[in-house]
């Protein structure tokens, strides 16, 4: 506890005096956000977050009981992201994030086009990741028709939709949802949006993700392309979300769902190994948000379903890939499910002051399972010890609106008990805005 007593303060001499102008930066803004006068011609800003956890459990959790009992303490800068926003004119606006996670990276792999027996080579000099998160330009029609062309956020899920740190309780996003799914999951491609009364809508045509990147510890949430500098667009993507916000009695109250679909066996970066398969897509989520008018009052929760087919065909096609591939050669389940919810209220509103505190104490759950069934008939089973039961109790607090520091506790269940638990503390300090507007 004094180490992370130490890191505590560490993250509070960090604040500084940061001077951003929003705490709001959606990508999936409403419509009617694009057409304001908020910027005259560009903006400049961004995200990051640091974070330090102290652990119970050591890395491995391929033993008979589960992970190992070990102290250990880690500390990371989990995103760095530098935002920036252009308008050609009124009605043509370019965006882009570039995002920075764990610290950058050195990491390269090598593969063999269209070699099943291809050589493989990989360097790494540091870990984490360099992505372009989004680079798109919206041709702004109406508020209830417009077009987005280029590299987007896929809004699948509530985190996706809504992933920037000031969006979520908790030093680390829900595991739940960011095991199963990518996260942050950004994909290229065209998109329509718009809003309609009390709904807001998108819909895109996007490249869609590698099979040969799906696996057991994290079902298809690995799988997004990148193995070379060509994304494949031969099976792209469909994505549709929709948000309802007009429930009268309950003002402040959000409804979403969104639905994606993928036949990806022609993306896969070893084509000559699904020639012959198909391994449909889908995936289903339900989410809600509701903030109180005073915002004292905050509570989200999400349901994430997932089928694939053919998941059986799929582990045996990745089974005879070479070690050295870097590509899983474990079973595959045929569907995955995350759920969860968390609560948060602002008790510094008891307090009165000429400087209003902002001290949310939050309580989430989080159920998830990316082998939640296998394929009927399979002869594999389940890997029970993926199987999770998540508590997590923190606060955030809000030196200013745009700025949060936060801290919590997470106890894991895993295979509804029959395996060793995992206990962390962690701690943790974000930041969002825009700091220049011209």
């Not at 360099?130 to 987007?152: D, T």
């Not at 949802?177 to 996007?206: M, R």
């Not at 065909?313 to 595959?332: D, E, I, R, W």
């Amino acid at each position: 506890m004094k180490r992370l007593a130490k890191l505590l303060v560490l993250s509070l001499c960090t604040t500084g005096s940061l001077m951003a102008q929003e705490s709001d930066m959606s990508s999936t803004v409403k419509a009617e956000e694009l057409y304001s006068d908020d910027y005259q011609k560009f903006r400049f800003g961004g995200y990051g977050e640091m974070a330090a956890s102290y652990m119970d459990y050591d890395w491995n959790w391929k033993t008979n009981v589960g992970t190992n009992h070990r102290n250990r303490a880690t500390i990371s800068i989990p995103r760095f992201i530098l935002a920036f926003d252009y308008k050609f004119s009124p009605k043509w606006v370019l965006s882009s994030e570039i995002e920075f996670e764990y610290g950058g990276t050195g990491a390269a792999r090598e593969i063999e086009w269209d070699e099943e027996n291809g050589e493989y080579e990989t360097e790494i000099e540091k870990g984490g990741e360099v992505a372009l998160e989004q680079f798109h330009i919206s041709y702004l029609m109406n508020k209830h028709l417009n077009f987005r062309f280029g590299h987007m956020i896929v809004p699948v899920g509530l985190t996706n939709a809504h992933h920037e740190p000031l969006n979520f309780f908790g030093v680390y996003r829900p595991e739940g949802e960011t095991t199963i799914l990518p996260s942050t999951w950004h994909e290229t491609g065209v998109a329509i949006f718009g809003d309609l009364g009390n709904f807001d809508y998108e819909l895109q045509a996007v490249s869609g993700l590698d099979p040969q990147n799906f696996r057991r510890e994290y079902w298809v949430g690995k799988g997004n392309q990148g193995a070379f500098e060509e994304t494949q667009f031969t099976h792209p993507a469909f994505v549709a979300r929709v948000n309802y916000n007009g429930v009268k009695k309950l003002q402040g109250l959000r409804v979403g769902a969104s639905f994606y679909y993928n036949q990806p066996s022609k993306n896969s970066s070893k084509p000559s190994y699904n020639r012959d398969y198909k391994y449909p897509l889908t995936i289903v989520t339900v989410d809600a948000q509701y903030k109180s008018p005073n915002n004292n009052l905050i509570a989200r929760g999400n349901i994430v379903y997932g089928h694939l087919g053919n998941s059986d065909q799929l582990a045996n096609v990745n089974s005879h890939s070479t070690g050295a591939s870097g590509y899983p050669t474990t079973p595959m389940a045929e569907t995955a499910v995350s759920y969860g919810a968390e609560i948060g209220y602002n008790i510094g509103s008891f307090f009165t002051g000429q400087k209003p505190i902002k001290l949310y104490p939050f309580f989430r759950y989080e159920y998830y399972n990316p082998m939640q069934s296998m394929e009927k008939g399979s002869v594999k089973l389940a890997d029970r010890r993926l199987q999770k039961s998540v508590i997590t109790a923190g606060f955030n607090y809000y030196p200013l609106s745009n700025l949060v520091v936060k801290a919590d506790y997470t106890h894991r269940i895993v295979g509804r008990g029959d395996y060793n638990s995992q206990n962390m503390v962690s701690i943790g300090i974000a930041y969002i805005g825009w700091f220049i507007k011209k």
